[in-house]
């Protein structure tokens, strides 16, 4: 017990509580060793600071409580941003927020420098306070884990459950489904921006493709449109999610990760090559980071260096490039071309089963790394229309974006001698609030172009939304006799 009043336990703790309570939060999201090794990061990263503060305060008391004081500010940050937005928003803007916060340490240390106290009955307050939260986080996490109760909604389609049918076919085909993040429809660019992309699509016609020009997404944001192309199904049930916008992303990417249409084609005798942003289900997103896999961004995104970073970080570019700000400059660009590289590579191999390949591409989405002649942006361009509202840079990127499109379809038409199904879709499309002509229908506007080797297209029609697109695949192609679902818009608040 009196150990508890001298030794500064809670300086270790506080870190592992940090990694412990984001793992109970995301639990089955993050690998045990993911969180051992982010664990480890900020173990050192403490040491190392309560070793430079023991030096200058020469005391390990003061030392201790800066240290504490310290990482509390650098990991509870988002938590007390996201306070500040719902309840005092003005306070939560970076140029107050850090200012506050700021003054507050420097006061802090000041008057831990000059103090005589010793701080006993505070030693054992945050020693105490942060084992009973590692007890009641381990208690947690092994209760879940013994129950395997993670939650796991069903999606449901309006009383129009997806039922498959046993394929007794002996015609498999590999089938390409090339998804490019926010590649508005020809017709879309036509009517909303005076754009003509016609040249590309003469590029799809002549290559055998059937154009659905007035096709729309369900949804205008990849993280609810994806699990409802997937499932083929409207996620009537995201309203019973608890917990808001974050347990929402968590449901709705494991609806990705376990969806029904991958599950039925393995199934079925398909191998799955994963060549995109998001985990499936055996086949793990191959981006992944140089020190911390992808997954612990669920919890080191609540620090104060990733929500700095994330929001107003590549501010400071134009001051500094150096190897590593470059390489998270290119962080989206040097992402597409591994995993376009990976499907290439993928398709010219040969297999003895039947493949089923997800590529999704962040193109044409920003950042538009790319002006219209193909020549590369300055630095800090991409980053300052990141918001999708600098509609002649994203017309621009567009010319990256189909010579990338036509590069790959054109290998794999000569990989597989024509023999393969290409799907070539947009998950919605270009998200311009004009405020002068706010238009949320051209949000949904998506490109949809498909390839079938025997150029079976009768049961494609011009409109078809996301959620019916692989229930015609699968019908034309695979056997089976799934029915249409109305061919619907659905709003949604924005994700902020």
């Known amino acids: 017990m009196k150990s508890l009043r001298t030794i500064p336990f809670f300086v270790f703790l506080l870190p592992v509580f940090f990694v412990l309570h984001g793992y109970r939060e995301n639990l089955g999201y993050i690998r045990p060793g993911e969180a051992i090794l982010l664990t480890g990061v900020y173990l050192t990263g403490a040491a190392i600071v309560f ?50 916060l700021l003054i507050a340490a420097i006061i802090w240390m000041i008057f831990l420098r000059r103090t005589h106290r010793t701080f006993p009955q505070g030693f054992f307050y945050l020693n105490v306070l942060f084992i009973l939260y590692l007890v009641i986080d381990g208690a947690a996490i092994l209760f879940h884990s013994a129950a395997d109760d993670r939650d796991r909604h069903s999606v449901a389609a309006a009383n129009v459950p997806v039922t498959f049918a046993p394929y007794r076919g002996t015609t498999k085909p590999d089938i390409y489904f090339l998804l490019f993040d926010a590649y508005t429809s020809s017709l879309g660019l036509e009517e909303n921006y005076h754009y003509d992309n016609g040249g590309f699509d003469r590029y799809l016609t002549e290559k055998g493709f059937h154009i659905q020009r007035a096709s729309r997404s369900n949804y205008k944001y990849t993280i609810l449109s994806m699990p409802s192309i997937f499932n083929m199904v409207y ?25 029904d249409l991958m599950y039925w084609l393995e199934t079925t005798g398909y191998d799955i090559v994963n060549c995109s942003i998001f985990d499936l289900r055996g086949h793990p997103s191959p981006i992944t980071e140089s020190l911390l896999p992808l997954q612990t961004r ?30 998270e400059i290119d962080l989206s660009l040097n992402n597409d071309n591994k995993l376009i590289a990976r499907l290439l590579a993928a398709s010219a191999a040969p297999s003895a089963r039947p493949r089923f390949f997800y590529g999704h591409f962040n193109i044409p989405h920003p ?22 509202d600098n509609v002649q840079d994203y017309l621009d990127y567009l010319n990256y974006t189909n010579q990338k499109a036509e590069e790959m379809i054109d290998a794999i ?10 799907i070539f879709m947009g998950d919605h499309g270009l998200r311009y609030h004009d405020r002068l002509g706010y238009n949320p229908v ?11 080797p025997g150029k079976d297209y009768h049961l494609f029609y011009d409109s078809i939304s996301g959620v019916n697109q692989f229930r015609v695949v699968l019908n034309t192609l695979l056997g089976q006799s799934l029915p249409m679902l109305k061919d619907s818009i659905v709003n949604v608040k924005d994700k902020k």
Request: proline fraction near 4%.
């Open 51 to 100: 070793a430079l503060l023991s030096l200058i305060y020469r005391n390990r008391v003061k030392a201790a409580l800066a240290t504490g004081f310290l990482l509390a500010f650098y990991f509870f940050f988002g938590a007390i941003q996201d306070f500040l937005k719902v309840h005092i928003h003005p306070l939560s803007r970076y140029a107050i927020l850090l200012p506050i």
């Open 235 to 259: 996620l009537d049930k995201l309203k019973d999610v608890k917990g808001g916008p974050v347990a929402e992303y968590y449901y709705l990417s494991d609806l990705i990760k376990d969806n």
């Open 298 to 327: 669920l919890i080191t995104d609540q620090t104060l260096y990733s929500r700095f970073y994330r929001d107003i970080g590549w501010n400071f570019y134009q001051f500094t490039v150096n190897p590593l700000s470059k390489k």
């Open 367 to 388: 950042p538009y790394y790319f002006d219209k002649q193909g020549g590369r942006r300055k630095v800090l361009t991409p980053y300052k229309s990141i918001d999708e």
């Open 413 to 422: 038409l000569t990989n597989t001698r024509g023999q393969a199904v290409i």
């Open 442 to 452: 051209s949000f949904v506007q998506n490109q949809n172009a498909v390839y079938f």
